[in-house]
């Protein structure tokens, strides 16, 4: 009896396991940002930590392009959120810090430097 307990439990735990790190991945892919000027690819590093890049930007962005606007982002399982801590704004020039959450194709970033808070809206795209 007590074999069976314990191998369901660890069925259990790997399916935990298991189904935050699909979740974790949902935020990879391509997404543009909210004045349709530019497209952001997040990636996993080697590391396992996420990173963004700007892949095309509007004129007279296009020299932003390749520029990495995201590193070291970790997902937190509990509260269902990534946590950046570098995001880099190329236009204003600045580094702060950044919470970012999903909700089904819609990336909300809440990046945050000092007493400044500045909430941007992406749409997945393909």
Known sequence: MKGKFFILTAL???HMIICSAQHADDILGIWLTSKQD???KILKSEDGTFIGKIIWAKSPYESFAG????KGMTYNAQEK?????????????VVA??????KE????????KGIITVHTEFTRTK
Do not use: D, G, M, Q
């Open 12 to 14: 259990c735990f790997l």
């Open 67 to 70: 520029i990495e606007i995201i």
């Open 38 to 40: 530019s497209k952001i």
């Open 105 to 112: 194709n819609t990336l909300n970033l809440k990046a945050k």
């Open 81 to 93: 959120t990534y946590v950046c801590p570098w995001v880099y704004s190329p236009r204003l020039k």
């Open 97 to 102: 810090r950044a919470v970012v959450s999903l």
